[in-house]
């Protein structure tokens, strides 16, 4: 569900970077210095996992498309929103400069989208009243899918509405909207599986985890290690080998573009911002695509293009295992950024 620029108009693209660089900056705010510390760790690792997992589609059966996990309610459910947000941030962030996977204009757009939705709506309004004061395994799992769904489902109306509000006249608001919920909810389902079995995984393991992602408790009473290794090993593998497997078949909103348009994909004016921005994307992702950016060897061409699956490739790879690591660097250099940000002195009762 990542948005090219093509489908954003400058006016949409730059109040969606205002609202997401708010919503960053009072995340910032609102997360606290020593909960920032002791999450650092697994803000890192989640969000090289998040960015692995984004890599590989999953063919939805009988559609001919495919989606990809969101990862929204993954890191809201065990970071807490403000934390999750920032992560979100800079797994967009590092795709759309470094991978060419969402356009630059847009990516105010996608932050809202795959950001704002599960981390500020639906977990707190349908994640932890469905889980409650008392976890358990059925209320973790019930609210994990629910969840899941939710947050793509209320994604994809948001593009819909960008792109009506963009006046791009080739995606009319009412065929559009008929094909983007249907097949959004299918994948929505598969997202609320993962996010399912990953928060059951983390609340059997750490179960104070869930506990210090709503900020109510302190440091967790027993190591981490267990869960950051097994979530590195997950980023690892995911992106090195795994990537390897992705669907073939269009993703969800470009088949309901192709279905809408019968073209996957919507040509950018030739200038203005939207060329500059091309133009300053193509310098800075030097593995566009994920893959190598030299003319590939023709072992290494994408699978939709030789026809073969999986698509053993090492560019692919690499891009998942240096992309992994980049965000894994970004997300903790947030974390222990938040401790500079100056804060208001507590009011202290006479």
């Known amino acids: 569900m990542h948005m090219a620029d093509a489908l954003i108009s400058p006016p ?8 997401s660089m708010g919503l960053a900056a009072y995340s910032a705010r609102r997360l606290k210095p020593e909960m920032a510390e002791r999450k650092i760790p697994l803000m890192g690792v989640l969000g090289a996992f998040v960015f692995a997992a984004q890599m590989i589609n999953f063919t939805i059966p009988v559609t ?16 807490g929103p403000h ?12 795709q759309a400069l470094f991978f060419a996977d969402g356009g630059l204009l847009a990516l105010g757009c996608n932050v809202f989208n795959l950001g704002f939705w599960p981390c500020f709506v639906v977990y707190p309004l349908v994640f932890r009243r469905m889980v409650g004061e008392s976890p358990s395994r059925r209320r973790v799992l019930a609210g994990s899918v629910a969840a899941g769904i939710l947050s793509l489902q209320l994604g994809a109306f948001c593009v819909v509405v960008q792109t009506l509000v963009s006046g791009i006249s ?9 094909l983007m919920q ?3 909810l299918g994948i929505g389902v598969v997202e609320g599986l993962v996010t399912a079995a990953l928060a059951s995984f983390v609340w059997r393991a750490r179960p104070e985890v869930l506990e210090l992602s709503a900020d109510h408790g302190g440091a967790p009473a027993g190591s981490l290690r267990p869960v950051l290794a097994a979530f590195a090993a997950a980023a690892l593998v995911t992106g090195a080998l795994l990537s390897w ?14 279905r809408t348009t019968g073209k996957e994909e919507l040509a950018a004016p030739d200038g203005g911002i939207h060329a500059a921005l091309a133009g300053l994307q193509e310098k800075t992702a030097f593995m566009p695509d994920y893959g190598f950016a030299e003319a590939p060897a ?21 891009a998942g295992v240096v992309g992994g690591g980049m965000v894994l660097a970004l997300a903790a250099l947030i974390g222990l950024s938040l401790r500079l940000i100056p804060r208001r002195p507590v009011p202290v009762a006479a």
Request: charged share 10%.
């Open 12 to 19: 949409v693209g730059g109040a969606m970077w205002a609202a």
């Open 64 to 79: 001919g498309s495919s989606g990809h996990l969101g990862g929204g309610m993954i890191l809201a459910i065990l970071l």
């Open 83 to 94: 934390a999750a947000f920032l992560v979100m941030f800079s797994i967009l962030a590092v």
């Open 170 to 178: 080739e995606l009319p608001f009412g065929t559009f909207v008929l």
């Open 182 to 184: 249907p097949i959004h």
């Open 245 to 258: 497997f992705a669907s073939t078949h269009p993703d969800g909103l470009e088949w309901a573009m192709f």
């Open 298 to 318: 023709e072992s290494e061409e994408p699978a939709a293009e030789t026809g073969q699956w999986p698509s053993v490739s090492a560019g692919t790879s690499v």
